[in-house]
């Protein structure tokens, strides 16, 4: 469908990551052979996106194991203590605990009899939760072409493209597939600061599929609405809890609350691996604080007094009230979300 | 009262202008000599703030007449059309319009008889023009001091402050006296994409102060308000029309949305060179579009693909029904704005 670039690489038993903060400059892939790189690339979100960095989590917890390689009956105990390392990296991150919990039980189900047994049925599992996901995320494009109507303009922010998931992403599924069709549409991204992964990946992926896309500053985005460029907002999502609350990007909410002024109907993309059933509601997720100097400085370039205090919180909480309705796999789910998002993913997936 | 940096020095005849593109690193002042000087300083942001340009923009002129010298029967017609130049420099902000027309009313209706006499009008009225900026901050900022109360958290967003006025600046105003004051608060700051004026100047600014001061991201404000940790904002604004509406640095729109939502107080100071009664409302103001690659870039830093589509609108219009009052140096001002804003600023200044 599209020319949409690779965020994790998986070959011969071999894990390579594009390294996303180097992008839009450089384009580099970088061997992943341990978990505790794999921890530090996460941490420094080489690979992030939520669904990205489960499928990465799963593949560098089959290269720690293979690299470890210890006797059957120590695998499962030496399995949990790689899984804790990885899940560790992102607490927010709901799919990392949601992979390595898949990986284990692919392992104690099947009761594996050797070491490369066991190994190989990790490897199996981490290339199936791959594989779904490319799954998912054709399917969140199928269900949310409809919204991408001729000439409609759609903002997006931050980075839940194919670099943040994998080969459509979520919430750009929906525009990769009418681009394909040849629906002709605008695509507004927010820059997303501190780490600008709206100008540095997003703009870079969509603009490289052949998009039309116009990038705009986070502030910029109610000027916009106000003209009335804007017919949609699509984002993606790092978690959304039992009762629809949204947990994604900090500037999520903002957004949330200029469609709710403007009447602009405000979207969210969400795979069944970030839809988290048992966190009742937002106020419950712990929000990532991130390092003072992201807001600072940006690549090393100061932009305030060297030793300001700051505030920043990696996520918001989007209230499920201002969301419209939530695209997924499954289908478009509306209001209210309580029973029917866990019906949605209910089934198998 | 303060520590507050000058933005504009004025001594012997001679202007010089605080450089702020190289805040916070660099404190450098720049002698203007030339209107072609200052002409560059206003569109390079150099100087900047509404009243701080029209104040420059007074001095500047007075700099370039003295240069010029015309024989007395030219000096109108030569001082027209270094007013015109002068003017050009930046479209949106009226209190050039509004310091040039005094100046040329300071020399037409005295009808001084020499060069030399002219010269020293013109310079009395620049002058005259910075002692009421440094009156009009200082009641603005009495005015608006029953606003800061004992533990309140204040948001502000670009630079209102002494670096875009003078003295004690127009938003900053009641900040610096409640500091001085004793009162306890916190000041959180947006940065202001694309040029980043909130965390290079009034980060800067309040921090040298001796302000609490937090320093955020434009997309954390809303989470900020979900928090409670903001009891107001207050901002400063480039142009108020005759309803009411408000002409001021982009984002500032969505700050009064997000208010409107957490009902919070949503607050402008405006000084009457800010106010445009002859233009009837926000719709009617042209906004100035700007270079893309400010958008593109973080102070030389390429942070997009480098030819994105961008938009880059410097201002955005809040409409008056979001603004809670006016802070002027004529007391509060509360909707309805139409006459309200008018008999406020229709005594003498």
Known sequence: VSAAPEAIRWSGGRLAILDQTRLPQTVRYETIGTADALFEAIRALKVRGAPAIGIAAAYGI????QRRAPAIEDFSGTLAAVCAQIVSARPTAVNLAWAAGRLRRAVTATAATTTDEALRRLAREAEAIHEEDRQICRAIGEHGLPLIVRGCGVLTHCNAGA??????????????????RGVPFR????????????????????????MDVT???????AAMMAEGAIDLVLVGTD???ANG???????????AILCRHYDIPFYVACPASTFDSTTPDGASVAIEERD???????????AAPAHVAVRNPAFDVTPAELVTAIVTDRGIVHPPYRDRLAQAFSGPQ
């Open 292 to 302: 003072a100097d992201e807001v600072r400085a940006f690549r090393g370039t100061q």
């Open 163 to 180: 670099l943040a998931v994998s080969e459509l992403g979520t919430a750009t599924a929906p525009l990769y597939l009418a681009h394909a």
């Open 245 to 255: 609350d949204v947990v994604n990007k900090i500037g999520t909410l903002a957004l």
């Open 62 to 65: 089959v290269v720690e194991m």
């Open 239 to 241: 978690r959304v809890t």
């Open 187 to 210: 695509v507004y991204i927010d820059e997303t600061r501190p780490l600008l992964q709206g100008s540095r990946l997003t703009a870079w992926e969509l603009e490289r599929a052949g």
């Open 215 to 221: 990038l705009i500053c986070d502030s910029a985005a």
